[in-house]
Nanobody
Framework: QVQLVESGGGLVQTGGSLRLSCAAS????????MGWFRQTPGKERQFVAA????????YYADSVKGRFTISTDNAKNTVNLQMNSLKPEDTAVYYC???????????????????WGQGTQVTVSS
């Protein structure tokens, strides 16, 4: 089992920045893919970004490309999401996800991930 705990959410004005962190525990995640998704009320959970822990390949949704950066901190066993130039449409609950990497894994799909955090609220005011 892998436990994921997100932190760093909050309220920020348009154009501001926030840094989300996801602490992983329970198993080594060096062979995992780590993802960030977000969800607003009444809508499906959407892909935001993902990173392959070993190797560092990154993936981004078009809506956040150039504004968000996903990274890992091996010493702290955390995955971070640096969010800059935030917009009101970025308002959502953000979830961290993890899965052992496997062939033909679709990193943008919620179905690809085995473990999820409890979510952290990000609110961007206009």
């Amino acid at each position: 089992q892998v436990q994921l705990v997100e932190s760093g959410g909050g309220l920020v004005q348009t154009g501001g920045s926030l840094r989300l962190s996801c602490a992983a525990s329970g198993r080594t995640v060096s062979s995992y893919v780590m993802g960030w998704f977000r969800q607003t009320p009444g809508k499906e959970r959407q892909f935001v970004a993902a990173i392959v822990w070993s190797g560092g390949s990154t993936y981004y949704a078009d809506s956040v490309k150039g504004r968000f950066t996903i990274s890992t901190d091996n010493a702290k066993n955390t995955v971070n999401l640096q969010m800059n130039s935030l917009k009101p449409e970025d308002t959502a609950v953000y979830y961290c996800a993890a899965s052992p990497i496997y062939p033909k894994m679709v990193v943008t799909s919620t179905r690809a991930y085995s473990y999820w955090g409890q979510g952290t609220q990000v609110t961007v005011s206009s």
